[in-house]
């Protein structure tokens, strides 16, 4: 198959990377239009405009909220239901997630001053969370791990889940992951619609403090637009992947590797980077001989023909490099001595060490969280974590000593900004 070669020795290497890269993820006027309608009739029809657009778009014949609902005895029968190879798997997937953002949990804390003036911040949970899963048949049980376990950890008091149920479609799994992560209350809404009734709250379902979780154009665009008036976890772009090898990994594995973000969808992108441009070709070979094998054959095509890319640098410096350039959602480092680039890497959501450690464990069980910055967005956020479920208070308290020495201070910069009533509410607390 076609897929863009560079090297980065031509002159027109960058360019053609940056515009390589370029990804409009832009919801045009008609989308826009179609949101901007939906969130305005929740907002003043709520639960009738809810159950409206959820028999319009996924094609059910509901009469009420009440048929919504996804009750919580049903998923713990979903996973009392499981096969048992499943279960165990759900199970130890979750363990592992639990266990590593037990570690980013942040605690208050303050200092006292010589005169008795204390500082410091309080961490607190947010009351309510929104959690978005995809449903019908692209359905991601493991979404609802990535984002309700932090969120749990994190101390959020009440948890809400949307997941769409087109024609009536309940995936078991998605049900069996909520039980397992504790979500509160399930409803079986999806599209622009559930991050409104999320976002303003509706007769039964509560508002929200923070929507989070992946969705399709539509979802996106209604967290745009609901942006502010609740938080939202990011915009994300098409899922990425970048691999960095030294020429000595198994090509058949690699090629795998590239697959694997592929097949989410034709916007998907797999690049390789590697100075050995024998290898990138065995690669290419590779491609070519495994791809009739996938199930999802015409998806990972399209995907590589169009946003995949083989680079061959001069050297492993400029491997890395480009590398914090493209500033990836994934990124493979398949070298032999990983840890001595680690260092280097300036930009990745996520970086996967060493020859044996495979993206795709990252997305399931292997514990950090696969909610990762997209779209060359690394270079400035983070993955998903328990702290994007936590804020933060300043706390200060002022002994009078401490209240007069800084009220001087205070007093001095209030008046050099001309803010009269800030510089006298400080001399107040002066002492004569």
């Given at each position: 198959m076609n897929i863009t070669r560079l090297d980065t020795t031509t002159d027109d290497f960058w360019p053609r990377l940056e515009k390589m890269l370029a990804w409009e993820g832009v919801s045009d006027d008609a989308v826009n239009d179609i949101v901007k309608e939906i969130i305005q009739a929740i907002r003043s029809r709520g639960d009738a405009a809810l159950v409206e657009y959820t028999n319009r778009f996924d094609r059910m014949s509901v009469g009420g909220m009440a048929e919504l609902e996804i009750a919580g005895e049903r998923l713990?029968?979903?996973?009392?239901?499981?096969?048992?190879?499943?279960?165990?798997?759900?199970?130890?997937?979750?363990?592992?997630?639990?266990?590593?953002?037990?570690?980013?949990?942040?605690?208050?804390?303050?200092?006292?001053?010589?005169?008795?003036?204390?500082?410091?911040?309080?961490?607190?949970?947010?009351?309510?969370?929104?959690?978005?899963?995809?449903?019908?048949?692209?359905?991601?049980p493991s979404s609802v791990l990535m984002n309700a376990i932090p969120a749990k950890v994190a101390g959020v008091e009440e948890l809400i889940m949307v997941v769409p149920t087109p024609d009536g479609e309940v995936n078991q799994l998605v049900l069996a992951a909520a039980a397992v992560c504790g979500v509160d209350r399930v409803f079986s809404v999806g599209g622009a619609q559930a991050v409104a009734a999320l976002a303003y709250g509706t007769e039964t379902v509560p508002q929200v403090d923070k929507v989070v979780g992946p969705g399709n154009i539509y979802v996106a665009t209604a967290?745009?637009?609901?942006?502010?008036?609740?938080?939202?976890?990011?915009?994300?772009?098409?899922?990425?992947?970048?691999?960095?090898c030294d020429g000595d990994t198994d090509p058949d594995w690699i090629a795998m590797d590239l697959f694997s973000q592929a097949e989410h969808d034709e916007d998907a992108q797999s690049i390789?980077?590697?100075?050995?441009?024998?290898?990138?070709?065995?690669?290419?070979?590779?491609?070519?001989?495994?791809?009739?094998?996938?199930?999802?054959?015409?998806?990972?095509?399209?995907?590589?023909?169009?946003?995949?890319?083989?680079?061959?640098?001069?050297?492993?410096?400029?491997?890395?490099?480009?590398?914090?350039?493209?500033?990836?959602?994934?990124?493979?480092?398949?070298?032999?001595?990983?840890?001595?680039?680690?260092?280097?890497?300036k930009h990745a959501g996520a970086i996967f060490m060493g020859r044996y450690t495979a993206e795709a464990l990252g997305d399931y069980c292997a514990g950090p969280n696969h909610v990762l910055p997209t779209s060359r967005t690394a270079r400035f956020?983070?993955?998903?974590?328990?702290?994007?479920?936590q804020k933060r208070s300043s706390l200060i308290f002022c002994s009078a000593d401490g209240a007069s020495e800084l009220g001087k201070t205070a007093s001095t910069l209030a008046r050099g900004e001309g803010l009269d009533a800030h510089a006298r509410s400080a001399e107040y607390r002066i002492k004569d």
């Amino acid at each position: 198959m076609n897929i863009t070669r560079l090297d980065t020795t031509t002159d027109d290497f960058w360019p053609r990377l940056e515009k390589m890269l370029a990804w409009e993820g832009v919801s045009d006027d008609a989308v826009n239009d179609i949101v901007k309608e939906i969130i305005q009739a929740i907002r003043s029809r709520g639960d009738a405009a809810l159950v409206e657009y959820t028999n319009r778009f996924d094609r059910m014949s509901v009469g009420g909220m009440a048929e919504l609902e996804i009750a919580g005895e049903r998923l713990q029968a979903a996973l009392d239901g499981l096969p048992a190879e499943q279960r165990s798997a759900l199970e130890l997937a979750a363990e592992r997630v639990r266990r590593y953002h037990q570690r980013q949990r942040q605690e208050s804390w303050s200092y006292r001053e010589d005169d008795g003036t204390l500082l410091g911040q309080q961490v607190t949970p947010l009351d309510r969370v929104g959690l978005y899963v995809p449903g019908g048949k692209a359905a991601y049980p493991s979404s609802v791990l990535m984002n309700a376990i932090p969120a749990k950890v994190a101390g959020v008091e009440e948890l809400i889940m949307v997941v769409p149920t087109p024609d009536g479609e309940v995936n078991q799994l998605v049900l069996a992951a909520a039980a397992v992560c504790g979500v509160d209350r399930v409803f079986s809404v999806g599209g622009a619609q559930a991050v409104a009734a999320l976002a303003y709250g509706t007769e039964t379902v509560p508002q929200v403090d923070k929507v989070v979780g992946p969705g399709n154009i539509y979802v996106a665009t209604a967290k745009r637009y609901v942006y502010g008036t609740v938080g939202i976890d990011m915009i994300a772009g098409p899922s990425e992947i970048l691999v960095i090898c030294d020429g000595d990994t198994d090509p058949d594995w690699i090629a795998m590797d590239l697959f694997s973000q592929a097949e989410h969808d034709e916007d998907a992108q797999s690049i390789l980077v590697s100075p050995d441009a024998g290898f990138i070709e065995r690669v290419a070979a590779r491609i070519e001989k495994l791809l009739p094998t996938m199930d999802r054959a015409e998806i990972i095509r399209k995907s590589l023909g169009d946003r995949g890319a083989l680079i061959h640098v001069r050297d492993m410096d400029e491997a890395i490099e480009v590398a914090n350039f493209i500033a990836p959602e994934h990124l493979e480092l398949s070298v032999a001595d990983p840890e001595a680039l680690v260092p280097r890497v300036k930009h990745a959501g996520a970086i996967f060490m060493g020859r044996y450690t495979a993206e795709a464990l990252g997305d399931y069980c292997a514990g950090p969280n696969h909610v990762l910055p997209t779209s060359r967005t690394a270079r400035f956020s983070s993955p998903l974590g328990v702290y994007d479920f936590q804020k933060r208070s300043s706390l200060i308290f002022c002994s009078a000593d401490g209240a007069s020495e800084l009220g001087k201070t205070a007093s001095t910069l209030a008046r050099g900004e001309g803010l009269d009533a800030h510089a006298r509410s400080a001399e107040y607390r002066i002492k004569d």
